[in-house]
């Protein structure tokens, strides 16, 4: 396991703890979840589970996965028996292909990883990607350029094979710690 990422956000959500709290899923996620058929699902870094709650609240049985046992252990607490919680480095994790109906990645950037929940994903399944993106007016300035897409970007994975079904850019939630502009894309695999 990466352990200084796992150390870097074990300390985030415990110096943070407002992280943890119960917060709205994504809005894609809540407009697209009834147009995928029930069965499993995947959260990818799931961090305090605001989506991963959302799916299994809505019949489907869902692998969290986070290499944070803080955010994990948080999770657990529900007792859901539609939530499977996964303490994983995602750099060496091993996803199922042909797996999933609906996967959600938000708020975190890996683009090695988006090759591989194309390839986790069922033919007919949906994938929900939103994450921060480069934009002069960001409040958090000191943010790693590695971890922000360029302009458009999300759309340059899904080529071949996916029809997309809805791309945005926008300033996120208010309830962040930082104002920050976003991409979202809500892709369908054929």
């Known amino acids: 396991m990466a352990q200084k990422d796992k150390i870097k956000w074990d300390n985030k959500y415990k110096e943070l703890p ?20 029930k069965g499993k699902a995947l959260d990818v870094a799931c961090g305090s589970g605001r989506n991963t709650i959302y799916m299994a609240g809505n019949g ?14 948080n ?6 028996p ?18 999933y109906n609906l996967i959600t990645k938000t708020n975190f950037l890996d683009r090695d990883i988006i090759e591989k929940i194309k390839k986790a ?8 990607i939103e994450t921060y993106m480069e934009d002069e007016n960001n409040e958090k300035k000191d943010s790693n350029p590695d971890y922000l ?42």
Request: overall charge negative; charged content about 35%.
């Open 18 to 37: 407002k992280l943890l709290e119960k917060r709205d899923p994504c809005e894609k996620l809540v407009k697209y979840i009834n147009k995928v058929s």
């Open 60 to 73: 489907f049985k869902v692998d969290a996965l986070d290499i944070s046992s803080v955010a994990l252990e």
């Open 75 to 80: 999770l657990s607490k529900l007792e859901n």
């Open 82 to 99: 539609n939530i499977n919680t996964l303490l994983v480095d995602l750099d060496e994790y091993t996803f199922q292909e042909n797996f």
């Open 121 to 128: 994903l069922k033919k007919d399944g949906i994938i929900i």
């Open 149 to 190: 897409l360029k302009k458009d970007e999300l759309k340059s994975f899904f080529t071949d094979g996916f029809e997309i079904l809805d791309y945005d850019e926008f300033f996120n939630e208010t309830n962040e710690l930082y104002r920050m502009k976003k991409q979202s894309i809500v892709v369908k695999k054929l």
